[in-house]
C-alpha cells in the first residue's frame, strides 16, 4: 500500500538536515551561489592544462551558435583539417548550411516514410507517439552524415554561406514541424481511405515541394555549380572552375565513406561487445546509407580513437557534454564537481546504470585533436568544441581520461584501425545487425 510523507517524516528530515556538519554554511553557499559552483572543485583547473604528447594542428574553431549541427560541424571539421594541411588555407570551412539544407529535405521525407509506415497503429502507440514528438529536429549521427555526403557531395562555406535560419534555427523548426505534423494527418488519412500506393505517393510528393520551398526562403537554394577560389598561406592564387558539390568533395576530401565506422561504448546487458547494431527508424536519406554502430569494451574503444590520432587523423565523437563540465573554463572532468560531499549523499552512478534510467546519453559531437600518454596510458584529451573562440581555450576544450571513460558515447574511425576479426564481424553483421528500439540511448542524435 502506498504511503504518504507524514508530519513525523518531515520532522526526522529537518531533525538530519540540522545535525549534518555545517549545514548551515552549506546552506548559505548553495542558496548564494548555486549547486555547481558550491560543488566546484579547484583541483581540475591546475591538472587539466592544454600540454598533450599527441597534439594534432587544427586552426580556428567554428561556431554552430543557436542551432543544434555540432554532428555536422565535427564531421566538417575532420574533413576540412585535411584540406587546411593538404592545400594550406589557414582556417578553411565547409557549408554547414549546405548540408542543414539537403537533411532537412531528407528528414521530412524519411519522416512521411515512417508515417506511412506506421499508419495502421494507433495514435497513441509509443512508436506513433515517439515520430509526432519531434518529427525532425538539427542533431544527427555520422552515418546520417555522409548519407548526405554521398548523395550531394559538399561546398565550401562561401559558396552557402550561414543564413539566420542555419544560425538560430528555432523559428524554422516550429514552422516545418508543424508542416510535418499537418501532412501526416493527411498521409493517414489517405492510407486508411484505402488509396493507393500512386496516389499517396503524389501526395507526398506535393508536401516535398512545400518543404523545398520552406527551406530554399530559410537558408537559401543549394548550389549545383561553383567555382573554387582561393589563395593560399603562400600567397599564392588557385581556381577551380565548374565544379559540382560531388566533384569537390572527391577532389578535395577523396574520402570513401564506407572506411569509417561509427564504435560506440554502452556497457548495458542489451548490447553484448563486438556485435554491429543499428536503431528503428534512425536516419534521414531514404536508400542511403544506415546507421551501423559496433559496439567495444571501453578500453578497446580509446586504443582505436588513439591509433588514428597517432596517424595524424582527428577523430569524430559523441558524447554527454554536459555533466560534469564548465563551458567557460572548457573543462570536462568528473572531478569537476564534488556533489557528494556537499550533500552528503551517494550521486554515483556506472555508465550503463546512466544509460538504463534516462541519467546520461549522447548530446553533443566535437573532435578529437589531441591525447596526453603517460607511461602507455592516456590521461586527458584534446577536444575542438564548435561553440566559437570564446568558450573553453580559444574554442578548445580538455577532457579528462575518466571523463571520457563515463560520458564519451561514439568515435568514428578508419576500419583499418580495428583488429581484423572485429572487421570480419562488421563485414559478417552490416545488413543483419541487431536492431535497437527507436527511443533507445544509443539512437540519440548529437
Not at 558539390?245 to 577523396?254: Q, S, W
Request: with cysteine; glycine share 6%.
Amino acid at each position: 500500500m502506498s504511503k504518504a510523507i507524514s508530519a513525523e517524516n518531515i520532522s526526522q528530515y529537518q531533525s538530519a538536515l540540522e545535525n549534518t556538519p555545517a549545514s548551515d554554511v552549506l546552506q548559505r553557499g548553495v542558496m548564494n551561489n548555486g549547486i555547481l559552483k558550491s560543488a566546484e572543485s579547484t583541483l581540475p583547473q591546475t591538472t587539466m592544462e592544454q600540454t598533450f604528447s599527441i597534439d594534432l594542428e587544427t586552426g580556428a574553431v567554428a561556431n554552430q551558435k543557436q542551432s543544434g549541427r555540432c554532428w555536422m560541424f565535427a564531421a566538417l571539421n575532420t574533413m576540412r583539417h585535411q584540406i587546411q594541411a593538404q592545400f594550406k588555407i589557414k582556417d578553411f570551412e565547409l557549408s554547414q548550411n549546405y548540408t542543414f539544407f539537403w537533411d532537412k529535405f531528407e528528414k521530412s521525407n524519411y519522416f512521411y516514410e515512417n508515417v506511412i509506415k506506421t499508419a495502421t497503429e494507433d495514435i497513441d502507440s509509443r512508436k506513433v507517439a515517439w515520430l509526432m514528438a519531434n518529427p525532425q529536429g538539427d542533431g544527427g549521427q555520422w552515418d546520417m552524415l555522409t548519407a548526405l555526403i554521398d548523395k550531394y557531395g559538399i561546398v565550401p562555406k562561401y559558396v552557402m554561406p550561414e543564413t539566420f535560419s542555419s544560425s538560430a534555427s528555432n523559428q524554422m523548426n516550429a514552422v516545418l514541424n508543424q508542416k510535418l505534423r499537418k501532412d501526416a494527418v493527411t498521409l493517414r488519412g489517405l492510407v486508411a481511405a484505402g488509396k493507393s500506393a500512386d496516389e499517396i505517393e503524389e501526395a507526398k510528393s506535393k508536401m516535398l515541394s512545400d518543404d523545398y520551398r520552406i527551406l530554399a526562403y530559410s537558408l537559401g537554394t543549394p548550389p549545383t555549380k561553383f567555382d573554387f577560389e582561393y589563395r593560399d598561406d603562400d600567397k599564392e592564387y588557385h581556381i577551380d572552375r565548374d565544379l559540382t558539390p560531388k566533384t569537390f568533395f572527391e577532389k578535395y576530401i577523396g574520402w570513401n565513406t564506407d572506411d569509417y565506422q561509427s564504435v560506440i561504448n554502452a556497457p548495458t546487458a542489451d548490447k553484448p561487445y563486438n556485435h554491429l547494431y543499428t536503431v528503428e527508424m534512425l536516419g534521414n536519406v531514404i536508400g542511403g546509407r544506415e546507421v551501423r554502430h559496433l559496439n567495444l569494451a571501453i578500453d578497446d574503444f580509446k586504443q582505436i580513437a588513439i591509433k588514428q590520432l597517432e596517424a595524424g587523423e582527428t577523430v569524430w565523437f559523441g558524447s554527454d557534454v554536459g555533466k560534469e563540465s564548465d563551458g567557460k573554463l572548457g573543462i570536462l572532468d568528473t572531478a569537476l564537481y564534488d556533489k557528494n560531499a556537499l550533500f552528503a549523499s551517494d550521486f554515483d552512478m556506472t555508465k550503463a546504470e546512466r544509460l538504463d534510467y534516462g541519467q546520461s546519453l549522447m548530446t553533443h559531437a566535437m573532435v578529437i585533436t589531441g591525447v596526453d600518454i603517460v607511461d602507455g596510458k592516456p590521461t586527458k584529451w584534446k577536444i575542438e568544441n564548435s561553440w566559437g573562440d570564446k568558450a573553453g581555450q580559444k574554442g578548445y576544450f580538455v577532457a579528462s581520461d575518466d571523463w571520457f571513460d563515463n560520458y564519451v558515447y561514439q568515435v568514428v574511425v578508419n576500419k583499418k584501425y580495428l583488429p581484423a576479426a572485429i572487421q570480419d564481424t562488421i563485414k559478417a553483421e552490416y545488413d543483419q545487425p541487431t536492431v535497437l528500439k527507436p527511443w533507445d540511448p544509443m539512437g540519440a542524435l548529437a
